[in-house]
Structure formats: structure tokens, C-alpha cells
């Protein structure tokens, strides 16, 4: 995912990797694809809310931007980040022994996740409209996957 963004959570405890923690591999893997399937499904939830779970909406399109989509044939409503679904279908889990990262590849990714300068001589402001985030409360969601994880022995 080099080319576009992606967040990773990564279990470690006192410094020792997922794999020393849960040293059955079956488990750890089992754990992990939950953890990326929660964080997939959190992240598409967020495209369809238009921004975070419990935080402000997306920051509303420019008359600029709306002026172009008008000129494209595109009809209202003109919702954010989802004009061809493209980025949100792109949206992929990678796992490795102790961490899975939730991304997209798409050049475009980084840009409207964290905003920034865009476009020729980055005169383009494009404001952050962040889809991927680790909050306090998918923290707590993968701690209930681990406990359900070694619950079931």
C-alpha cells in the first residue's frame, strides 16, 4: 500500500509481539482476520455516515467543487468520497503475525484521509476527510475479539 494509506494495529503487550501472546498460530490468525474484518467494516461505516463514528461529518464540498460535478452531468446529492465508489471498494486488510493494516493503494488515498495541497504546484487545498482511524472505541472491539478469541480455548 505504498502509494496510498493504510493504518495498522499492531498487539503487543510489555513489549511482546501478538505471536509470543498467543503462541497458537490458528488463534492468532482466527484474531487477526476478525480484527481486519471489524476494521473493514468500520471504515466502510464510515463512508456511509460521511466521517468518523462519533465525530463531526466530512467538511461539505466547495461551490467550486459542486460547480464542477454539474458541469460532469452528475445529479445531487453530491456525497464525498463516494462519486464512483472507487477509493471505498479499494479499501484492503493485510495481516502479518502481529499487526493487520487496513488501506487503500490508490494514489489518491493519503490525500483525502489526511488532506493537504493537491493538483499542479499542490495549489488545490483539499480538506481532510478521514476514513481510516483507530478510535477509542474500535480499540475496545478488538480487545472483545481477543478475550472471545482465547474464551474459546
Given at each position: 500500500m505504498?502509494?496510498?494509506t493504510s493504518i495498522t494495529y499492531k498487539m503487543t503487550k510489555s513489549g511482546l509481539p501478538l505471536h509470543r501472546l498467543m503462541p497458537n498460530p490458528i488463534k492468532t490468525r482466527e484474531f487477526l482476520k476478525r480484527v481486519g474484518e471489524q476494521l473493514r467494516t468500520e471504515t466502510d461505516m464510515n463512508f456511509?455516515?460521511?466521517?468518523?463514528?462519533g465525530?463531526?461529518?466530512w467538511p461539505a464540498h466547495k461551490?467550486?467543487?459542486?460547480q464542477?460535478?454539474?458541469r460532469r452531468g452528475l445529479k445531487p446529492p453530491y456525497r464525498k468520497l463516494v462519486e464512483t465508489g472507487r477509493l471505498r471498494q479499494s479499501i484492503t486488510v493485510k495481516a502479518s503475525r502481529?499487526?493487520?493494516?487496513?488501506?487503500s493503494n490508490l494514489i489518491y488515498a493519503r490525500i483525502h484521509n489526511l488532506g493537504g495541497k493537491a493538483g499542479?504546484?499542490?495549489k488545490t487545498t483539499i480538506p481532510q476527510?478521514?476514513?481510516l482511524k483507530i478510535m477509542e472505541k474500535t480499540r475496545d472491539r478488538m480487545h472483545a475479539i481477543l478475550s472471545d478469541v482465547l474464551r474459546r480455548g
Open positions: 505504498a502509494a496510498g456511509q455516515r460521511g466521517g468518523l463514528e465525530e463531526p461529518k461551490p467550486a467543487t459542486i464542477s460535478k454539474v502481529d499487526s493487520v493494516s487496513v488501506g499542479r504546484g499542490h476527510r478521514q476514513y
